[in-house]
C-alpha cells in the first residue's frame, strides 16, 4: 500500500515479488497475480540484492513448481542484470536457484558451466561465504550425476563454513 501510495512501481514489484514468496513457503501456492504484476512493473534499474528482484523470485518459485521453462528464463536474466552490474557476490548466490532448476530441467551441461563459474568467483572473492555457496551449487552437481560421496563431502564442508560465519 505505501509503495502504490508513494508510486514507486519498483518498490511494488519487489514488495508484491516477497509477498507471493513469503505465502508459497507459508503453503498458500503460487500468487499468480502477485508474480505477473511485479514482473511488468519490475525496474531492472533500481538497485536491488537480486534475490529480492520479481526476475529472481518468480524464477525460483517457477523452478520449484515444474516450470522449469519460465524459471530458466527469468534466473539467466536475472544472471545477465548481474553481469551487466558486475555483482560478483549476487551471481554465486543466483548460481544455487539456477543450477537446481537447471539440473531439475536436465540441463546437466549448463550446470557444470555454472558451477565452475560460481567455483571461480568464489575464488576470486576469497570469503567463506562466497565459497560455502560455491560449494554448495558443486554439491547440487555431483549428487545430480550420481557422485554421492562427493556430492555429501562437499555439502559438509559447506555447511561447516556456513556455521563459521553465522
Known amino acids: 500500500e505505501e509503495a502504490e501510495q508513494l508510486g514507486e512501481d519498483g518498490l511494488l514489484a519487489e514488495a508484491l515479488a516477497v509477498r507471493a514468496m513469503v505465502g508459497f513457503l507459508a503453503g498458500e501456492g503460487v500468487a499468480e497475480g502477485d508474480l505477473s504484476r511485479a514482473l511488468e512493473l519490475e525496474d531492472r534499474e533500481r538497485p536491488t540484492p537480486i534475490v529480492l528482484t520479481p526476475s529472481a523470485v518468480a524464477g525460483r518459485i517457477w523452478g520449484w513448481t515444474g516450470r522449469f521453462r519460465e524459471s530458466r528464463a527469468l534466473l539467466e536474466r536475472a544472471r545477465e542484470r548481474c553481469l551487466d552490474d558486475g555483482a560478483e557476490i549476487e551471481l554465486v548466490y543466483l548460481a544455487t536457484s539456477?543450477?537446481?532448476?537447471?539440473?531439475?530441467?536436465?540441463?546437466?551441461?549448463?550446470?557444470?558451466?555454472?558451477?565452475?563459474?560460481?567455483?571461480?568467483?568464489?575464488?576470486?572473492?576469497?570469503?567463506?561465504?562466497?565459497?560455502?555457496?560455491?560449494?554448495?551449487?558443486?554439491?547440487?552437481?555431483?549428487?545430480w550425476t550420481g557422485d554421492a560421496e562427493r556430492g555429501s563431502r562437499l555439502a559438509r564442508e559447506s555447511i561447516v563454513l556456513y556455521e563459521s560465519i553465522g
Not at 536436465?106 to 575464488?123: F, H
Not at 560455502?132 to 552437481?141: F, G, I, K, R, S
Open 98 to 143: 539456477l543450477a537446481t532448476t537447471l539440473c531439475e530441467a536436465g540441463d546437466l551441461d549448463r550446470v557444470r558451466e555454472l558451477t565452475d563459474d560460481a567455483i571461480e568467483r568464489a575464488s576470486q572473492l576469497g570469503t567463506p561465504a562466497a565459497r560455502a555457496v560455491a560449494l554448495n551449487v558443486e554439491a547440487t552437481l555431483a549428487g
